[in-house]
């Protein structure tokens, strides 16, 4: 069966001044020798050609992408996703899966950085953080956000008020705090409000 790579490319047959048969990149107009090897290689690193197109022939584990032993890269370089997907899939889930807890746990920490950060909601949405993600740990998959919005906020809304009500259990004198810093026209200002309230021990 053809290799799939060669969708990327057009066979230009004999040229002169070249013994072997050319071919060209579709993406960037690069010349190589009609073969397999040189094509994969210029796939690999042809900047016109997208991580997720990568993907979709390497598979998530791109040749040179990863710290993993030569003999592993060539066994995987072998292999030839394209043609047998059900395998490629195999070899994925091998490589990178993740348990249901797992899964909640990481999801809890992203919406803890996104409310505690002050991030935008879509965050998870945009695609050099997909990319981010599916790198470092593929089978994470990134809450959307509804799932931010709702039933994660939710969460870290309900264990923030535990721990502040655990704190403020345990302590005889409750002092609250606000502070803010403007610029504007060369002009500093500072707006500081301080409001302290005594609550005496056994009246929370
Ligand atoms: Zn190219």
Redesign the pocket.
């Known amino acids: 069966m053809r290799d799939s790579i060669w969708t990327h490319f057009e066979k230009l047959g004999h040229i002169s001044g070249y013994q072997q048969k050319r071919a060209k990149?579709q993406?960037?107009n690069?010349q190589i020798n009609d073969a397999l090897r040189p094509a994969r290689a210029?796939f690999k690193k042809?900047k016109?050609?997208t991580l997720q197109q990568q993907k979709n022939y390497f598979g998530n584990n791109l040749p040179g992408n990863t710290l993993q032993p030569t003999n592993i890269l060539s066994t995987n370089f072998d292999i030839t996703p394209s043609t047998t997907p059900n395998l490629q899939k195999n070899i994925q889930s091998f490589v990178d899966r993740i348990s249901h807890s797992e899964q909640q746990s990481l999801e809890l920490y992203f919406a803890k950085a996104i409310f505690q950060c002050g991030l935008y909601l879509s965050l998870s949405e945009l695609k050099p953080i997909q990319d981010l993600w599916k790198q470092a740990r593929p089978a994470f998959k990134l809450p959307n956000r509804k799932e931010l919005s709702t039933t994660l906020l939710d969460k870290v809304y309900n264990e923030t008020k535990i721990e502040m009500q655990f704190l403020m259990d345990q302590s005889e004198n409750l002092c609250l705090i606000s502070d803010g810093w403007y610029v504007f026209l060369y002009i500093f200002c500072i707006l500081y409000f301080i409001i302290i309230f005594i609550v005496f021990l056994g009246q929370i």
């Open positions: 990149c993406h960037c690069f210029h042809c016109h050609i």
